[in-house]
Structure formats: C-alpha cells, structure tokens
C-alpha cells in the first residue's frame, strides 16, 4: 500500500485491487495523465484510508478475496460522507446480471476489462465533471483561486499554502461574507467521522491568515464574534451562521 497524496491536478483517485502489479501498473498510468493517486490491496485498507480521506472518486476492481469490490462499495454507501463518492468499477465480469448487481451496489459506473488508459481517463472525467464543483477560477476582492492546478494570488502576487488552509479557502471564497461555525468547519473540511479538536479548526485559521495578509493588508479572513469566521472584503454584513 503506497502513502497517501494529497489532491492536486485532475483529481484524488482511490485504486483498490488485490493484483500487486496492476495496482502499480494503473497507479502509474493515472500519475502520468495528471492524477494523484492512492493504492489499496484490499477493502480492509481502502476502508481505513477512507475513514480520514476523502478521494475525488473510487476504481474498484470487482473480485477481491475477503470483502468483495460489490461489498466494498455498499459500505462506501453506508457511511454518511460517502454516499456520493464516484464509484467506478474494473471488471472482466460483463453479463448483464452482472453489470446490474454492481450498479445496484452504488456503483456509478462500470469498465470492462481488458481497457485502455484513454477510456479510462476518459470515464474518470466523466464521472468528475458530474461530481465536482465548477473549475472555473474564483474571484473575490484582490483573491484568485484556480481550483484546477489549486493556484492562488492576491492581487497577482502567489499564495502558497496548505491542503488543509487550501480546502478552507477554497470553502470560503465559494460562500463569501457566510459565517461558519467552528463545528461546521469540522465537518465540511475532516469530515463528520473524524475526531479532532475545535481549537485544531483555529490553528488553520491563524496559518490561512499568515499565508494571505501581508504586514499593511487588510485581514480578510474575518472572525465574527460568538459566531465563526467568514471571508470578507471590508464588508460588515454577513449571513447567518450555519450549524
């Protein structure tokens, strides 16, 4: 099982397959077309891996001893941040029955085996098109960010930052000037499951913060008191906080 990387380019790809060297094999062809990715041997570590990360879509390969990929994408059903994960299976099983089971499994999408690098990306982006948010690049007072290659400027000059610090501006330059509680940024950003504390939520905060105002700009990452925090342009009115 290969380290976890963190989402960047085309999109954050869960491969799950017993097959050593297909796992190496797929990993490396979707690395080459500008994905990253992260490769499971079985269920058991897809399921330990998705209980703190969250990947932009699944490649299940069908038959697996142990939990079967059929049996594995039920349980990525069952758990409530999942259940609109793309699920893409790789199968040589090509009856219809077949085909029907996994789909009824959750799966969103099925591709015969043998195939090739183009169909899959093809279908990978696809499925992503559906289930990820605009790319088009986001804009809100001197702030860009380009959510495609996770770029971002203030008044042209570049932010490095992050995943974590990544993923809450990104949240926050999607609703700007909305409030969001301490705990509503727990769960949009390390999702419901994951236990970790309030004050972890300030701690990115303050780094966000660091990364994006200089000595004599203005902070806009603003704290709302008794409330949460919101992105700002100077503004005073903000829409109520959600839970």
Request: charged share 25%; hydrophobic share 40%; net charge neutral.
């Amino acid at each position: 099982m290969t380290a976890p990387a963190q989402p960047s380019g085309k999109g954050f790809i869960l491969i799950v397959d017993d097959e050593p060297s297909l796992r190496v094999l797929l990993e490396h062809s979707l690395q080459q077309r500008g994905y990253r990715a992260y490769a499971a041997a079985d269920a058991e570590q897809a399921l330990t891996f998705l209980a703190h990360t969250r990947p932009d879509a699944a490649l299940l390969d069908w038959m697996m001893p142990g939990i079967s990929g059929v049996e594995l994408c039920r349980l990525i059903r069952q758990r409530p941040g999942l259940k609109d994960l793309p699920v893409l299976f790789l199968t040589a099983r090509t009856d219809e029955q077949d085909v029907i089971t996994g789909l009824d499994s959750g799966a969103d999408d099925y591709l015969p085996k043998p195939y090739s690098a183009d169909k899959l990306d093809a279908r990978l982006r696809a499925l992503l098109r559906r289930t990820r948010p605009s790319q088009d690049n986001i804009s809100f007072g001197p702030l860009t960010l380009e959510p495609e290659n996770h770029h971002v400027t203030r008044s042209g000059r570049p932010i490095s930052l992050g995943p974590t610090e990544y993923r809450l501006l990104e949240l926050l330059i999607r609703h700007p000037r909305k409030v969001f509680s301490r705990e509503a940024l727990l769960k949009l950003i390390w999702g419901p499951n994951v236990h970790v504390e309030l004050r972890t939520v300030d701690v990115h905060i303050r780094r966000l913060r660091k990364a994006l105002n200089t000595e004599n700009e203005v902070d806009l990452v603003r704290t709302v008191r008794a409330a949460g925090y919101a992105l700002s342009d100077g503004s005073s009115h903000y829409s109520v906080p959600t839970a």
